[in-house]
C-alpha cells in the first residue's frame, strides 16, 4: 500500500518540524466518530496483514505497602498510514481494600499532581518522529470507541437499552461510543459510591441529550439490558455472571472484573488479539493484575475470536439468544494494541495539522550523527 506520511516544514525554511500536541489539542479535534473510524481500519488491517503489532509489556518496581512503580509500552505500524507509533506511560499504582473489593487507582504522582503518558509516530519511510502528544484524552475516547466497535459488530441490531456498570473516568466514554453505533432507548449506571453516580448520571445526561438513570444494585443493571458495559477499576467480579441472559452482549475494559461464569457462558468471546500482554517484576512482588491473570480452559478459548476477525465477517455473532463478551485480553487485564494508539493517534495528527494545532520543535533534535 502507498504509504500517506504528511511531511511539514516551518514556513519560508524548509525545515521539518516536529509537532507537539496537549491534551487540549486532542480534545479540540478527536470526535469519537473519528475515532471509531480509525479503529476499525486497525483492526480490519490487522486481521489482513496491513498492520503489525507488539503486545503491551507492563514492568513493575514493588515500592511496598501495595505501591508499584509501572512502566508500559505498546506499539505497531499500520502501512496504508506509513507510519509507526508508540504509547508508553510511567505511572504510579496503588492497590487497596474499599468496602472488601480489592481495586487499583493509578495515583497523579508527577509535578503538579499530574500524570505521564505519551504517543509517539514515526515516518517510517524517512524514520522521523512526525508527532509527540499526550496520551490522556486519546486513551479514554481510544477505550470506549474500541467497546462501541465491539458492540457494533457483536451486539444484537436491535440492541437498545444499556447497562453500566462504573461511574469513573473510562465509563462515560463507554456510553459515548454505544450511543454511535446503536440507539439508545433507555440507559442505566450502577456504581458503588451513590454520590459520584448521581453526579455521573447528571453529566452524562446533559452531554448524551437523554437520561441516564441510577440504579441501586449491579444486578439491576444487568437484568433486562440488551448491552451491559462495566468499566471499573475493581480487581474483582462486579457482577455475576449467573444474571445474564439470553441475547445480551457484555462489554468489559478490563478482566478482573467478570466471573468465570461470564466467560463460560459467553458464546462469543472478542478480544483485541490473542496474544497476552507480559508482566515483568521481581521475584515475589507482583501485583495483583499480573499475579492473578486468568488461564482459561481451552473450552474458553475455543471461543475467543479476535476484533479484527469479527469486524472482516470470519467470526461474530452466529444467532439473537447468543451472549457475547468483548474483554481486554479474555483472560485477565485489558491488552490495549499499539496500532490502536498509531491509528487514532495518526488521525488526531492530520485534524491537528489541518487546524493549526499544538507547538513545533525542529525535527533535528531527534536526529543523529552516531550509529545507534
Known amino acids: 500500500m502507498a504509504a500517506r506520511v504528511l511531511i511539514f516544514c516551518f514556513p519560508g525554511t524548509g525545515r521539518q518540524m516536529t509537532l507537539m500536541l496537549s491534551n487540549a489539542d486532542v480534545h479540540q479535534v478527536l470526535t469519537v466518530e473519528a475515532c471509531l473510524d480509525a479503529l476499525e481500519t486497525a483492526f480490519r488491517d490487522f486481521a489482513d496483514g496491513g498492520a503489525v503489532n507488539r503486545p503491551r509489556s507492563h514492568t513493575y518496581t514493588d515500592l511496598g505497602g501495595g505501591h508499584q512503580y509501572l512502566f508500559k509500552s505498546m506499539d505497531g505500524s499500520i502501512a496504508r498510514f506509513g507510519v509507526h507509533g508508540i504509547r508508553l506511560s510511567s505511572d504510579h499504582i496503588r492497590e487497596l481494600s474499599v468496602g472488601g473489593k480489592r481495586r487499583r487507582e493509578k495515583l497523579p504522582l508527577a509535578p503538579g499532581e499530574r500524570y505521564v503518558g505519551l504517543i509517539m509516530l514515526f515516518d517510517i519511510a524517512t524514520l522521523q518522529p512526525l508527532v509527540i502528544m499526550q496520551d490522556g484524552s486519546l486513551q479514554r475516547l481510544r477505550v470506549g470507541s474500541t467497546s462501541g466497535l465491539a458492540a457494533r459488530y457483536l451486539a444484537r441490531q436491535d440492541a437498545s437499552v444499556v447497562g453500566l456498570i462504573g461511574s469513573g473516568w ?36 446533559q452531554r448524551l441529550g437523554q437520561d441516564v438513570r441510577p440504579v441501586r444494585s449491579a444486578r439491576e443493571a444487568v437484568e433486562g439490558v440488551d448491552i451491559l458495559a462495566c468499566a471499573t477499576n475493581s480487581q474483582d467480579p462486579v457482577f455475576d455472571g449467573a444474571w445474564l441472559e439470553p441475547g445480551q452482549h457484555v462489554g468489559s475494559v478490563q478482566g478482573h472484573e467478570l466471573d468465570w461464569t461470564t466467560l463460560r457462558r459467553a458464546d462469543v468471546i472478542g478480544v483485541r488479539s490473542k496474544e497476552e500482554a507480559t508482566f515483568h517484576f521481581a521475584p515475589g512482588h507482583a501485583p495483583v493484575e499480573a499475579a492473578e491473570q486468568k488461564q482459561p480452559p481451552e473450552a474458553i478459548r475455543g471461543k475467543m475470536a479476535e476484533l479484527g476477525d469479527i469486524v472482516a465477517g470470519r467470526a461474530g455473532r452466529a444467532a439473537s439468544d447468543q451472549v457475547t463478551l468483548f474483554t481486554g485480553g479474555g483472560s485477565g487485564g485489558s491488552s490495549g494494541l499499539g496500532i490502536q494508539f498509531t491509528a487514532v493517534g495518526y488521525a488526531v495528527y492530520r485534524a491537528a495539522r489541518d487546524a493549526g494545532l499544538g507547538r513545533e520543535v525542529p525535527t533535528d533534535w531527534f536526529l543523529e550523527n552516531e550509529k545507534p
Open 170 to 205: 473510562q465509563a462515560g466514554a463507554q456510553l459515548l461510543a454505544l450511543q454511535k453505533v446503536r440507539t439508545l432507548t433507555e440507559i442505566r449506571a450502577y456504581s458503588t459510591n451513590p454520590e459520584r453516580l448521581r453526579a455521573f448520571c447528571a453529566e452524562h445526561s
